[in-house]
């Protein structure tokens, strides 16, 4: 088990980060011109409000895992559903980038947000701060959620 907070910390940095390195991988190299041809909704923020918003939410998502890692009553169960949590985040981006798959992306994205409601759940009984801290997250996603169902009616309804 991995005691020290500074290693700890690094290792959840770089395994939540990884989601943002393959999924910014997907949408450099599979966005354009496929995206830009897309109808969008009014409720579409601009680009480049993305690479901040989310730079923020992955390290948000780092503390709240560390926080519950050094936390007494921890459970491995938890961090196991984290890693499959980020599984599903990294793979938003390749199913709607790569693919261009917004139906799949979209199925994808209600499986995420039910993992990220359970990992508040079970955050916050050993830690509220994790709990807390995955908040903002939850309702982006949430927002990406309705941007999705909005790209598949505008675009395939």
């Not at 939410?57 to 519950?68: E, K």
């Not at 994808?108 to 701060?129: A, E």
């Amino acid at each position: 088990m991995l005691k020290n907070k500074f290693l700890s910390f690094l290792l959840f940095f770089i395994l939540t980060y990884s989601a943002s390195f393959i999924g910014g991988l997907a949408t450099i190299s599979f966005k354009e011109p496929w995206y830009s041809q897309l109808i969008k909704s009014n409720f579409n923020p601009p680009d480049w409000i993305f690479a901040p918003v989310w730079t923020t939410l992955y390290l948000m998502m780092t503390v709240a895992i560390w926080l519950y890692w050094h936390s007494k009553n921890r459970d491995m169960n938890t961090i196991y559903i984290y890693f499959i949590h980020i599984l599903f985040n990294t793979t938003w981006s390749i199913v709607f980038f790569a693919f261009h798959n917004i139906l799949l992306a979209l199925i994808n994205l209600m499986i995420l947000l039910c993992l990220i409601i359970i990992l508040i759940l079970r955050f916050k009984r050993v830690n509220f701060v994790s709990a807390y801290l995955m908040i903002p997250y939850l309702l982006w996603s949430s927002y990406a959620l309705f941007l999705n169902f909005n790209l598949l009616i505008l675009n395939y309804g």
